[in-house]
């Protein structure tokens, strides 16, 4: 009997193949309330994130401050919302996180183990949006230029690299 239910999942017995079912559902249930938790942890983060200013950006808009330029953060009128811009001058400057935008050979952009997969995928869907974002940018007349997070290490670099960009327009 034993053997009937744990390897076919069938029993003559009610109370046995009850048990299995409620076994069944208690894990299920589990889990999709991990899932559920899980995916409620990640959205705030994500709005958390998109909420508040991060640590480049405000290490650019202090050297592009510096540099003397104007700018808008944000901008809800330009394509893809540029973290600065200067719509009149026609520049645009974003600044990456290097995970998210997976910057190409950089130590910080790292794949986790688990959900390899989607992961892959969701960088590869982030960076057609970000070449999809210059595109448009670019059509409407734009200079485009991206700092990424691990530039912002070295300020020297950054402002050397944002005075070429904003002196050339
Ligand atoms: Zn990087």
């Known amino acids: 009997m034993t053997f009937l239910i744990d390897f076919h999942g069938a029993s003559s017995s009610l109370r046995g193949r009850d048990g299995i079912a409620r076994a069944r559902v208690r894990k299920d249930g589990v889990k999709a309330t991990q899932e559920r938790l899980l995916s409620s942890l990640t959205s705030a983060r994500m709005r958390a994130v998109r909420q508040s200013s991060t640590r480049p950006e405000l290490i650019v808009r202090s050297i592009v401050r510096t540099l003397g330029y104007s700018y808008r953060i944000c901008s809800p009128s330009l394509p893809g919302r540029p973290d600065l811009s200067n719509a009149s001058r026609k520049w645009a400057l974003f600044v990456n996180g290097c995970f998210w935008h997976h910057h190409r050979d950089c130590k910080l952009a790292t794949i986790p183990k688990s959900n390899r997969a989607f992961w892959i995928d969701k960088f590869r869907r982030n ?43």
């Not at 210059?134 to 530039?151: I, K």
């Open 127 to 169: 960076r057609e949006r970000d070449r999809v974002k210059t595109r448009l940018l670019r059509a409407l007349g734009f200079r485009t230029a991206v700092v990424w997070q691990c530039e912002c290490r070295d300020t020297q670099t950054v402002t050397r690299k944002l005075r070429r960009f904003l002196d050339g327009i």
